[in-house]
């Protein structure tokens, strides 16, 4: 059967009695591994390779899950000498086809370090089912808004004759690239719920926009703070997530429910 909606409990028991191909598009934000320190659910497994055990366990069920023509994608982030991120995805794209990878700058550093540049960045691993599917891929609903400004300057090449038209195409904006620019969240956030990875409104709208139709299904094998949940319920899409955590179920039924949704805007 297709479930829809909040599941509560372990991921994988959960989604052991979902039907293959139920989902347009899977968006994963699993724990890191030894990344958040002071969280028991980043700190659960005994070593990288039973981490990385369980990692292709979820992915695995996950590829099952995802419909021929869907897109999956898994966040990622290296700890300062840990390597089980550049694991995880070696050994995913030998589960299913390698699509792209994304890099989340998070614009402000994090976790200063004496003997290297400060890290900024976090990582999107983008999978689809096999190579002979073609995924769904909207790019034009992530298209990046030029200010007047820079339109007007274009406007003055004078190799484009037909003004009008290319005002029209420049109004449209540029397309996104796989660098997607939006700052973290911090402490101050009107966005924070209480979730200490929590991603934002903004990265999950360009991928939920870009990756499914008003009316496709969604789904978040992790679903932690709602944000998934969140964004695909403002833009008419069916969700789905699972969640075991019992403070951040209470925080994901507050969202989708209505009663935090002041608090945003998309």
Request: hydrophobic fraction near 30%; charged fraction near 30%; glycine fraction near 6%.
């Amino acid at each position: 059967m297709q479930k829809t909606g909040l599941l509560e409990g372990d991921s994988l028991d959960q989604m052991k009695s979902i039907n293959d191909k139920s989902y347009q598009l899977i968006i994963a934000d699993p724990p890191y591994f030894q990344v958040l320190v002071d969280e028991s659910w980043d700190n659960q497994w005994k070593d990288e390779n039973e981490y990385l055990e369980w990692s292709m366990q979820w992915i695995s069920e996950c590829g099952r899950l995802l419909k021929d023509d869907g897109l999956f994608y898994i966040f990622g982030q290296l700890g300062k000498r840990e390597h089980a991120w550049l694991h995880l995805m070696s050994q995913a794209t030998r589960e299913l086809q390698f699509h792209d990878l994304i890099i989340w700058d998070r614009i402000v550093g994090y976790n200063e370090r004496y003997d290297s540049f400060t890290p900024s960045y976090e990582m999107i691993l983008v999978l689809r089912k096999s190579n002979q599917d073609k995924p769904y891929f909207n790019k034009d609903a992530v298209r990046l808004t030029y200010d007047e400004k820079t339109i007007e300057t274009y406007l003055k090449d004078k190799r484009y004759k037909d003004k009008d038209a290319r005002r029209e195409h420049l109004n449209k904006g540029k397309y996104s690239t796989n660098i997607i620019r939006t700052p973290s969240l911090k402490g101050s956030s009107k966005e924070k719920v209480g979730h200490p990875s929590q991603k934002t409104i903004k990265l999950i709208q360009d991928l939920i926009l870009s990756s499914s139709k008003e009316g496709d299904h969604v789904f978040d094998p992790f679903l932690g703070s709602g944000t998934t949940a969140y964004v695909a319920q403002q833009h008419n899409r069916e969700w789905t997530g699972i969640e075991r955590n019992k403070d951040y179920i209470e925080i994901i039924k507050k969202r989708v429910n209505g009663t935090q949704l002041d608090l945003f805007n998309i």
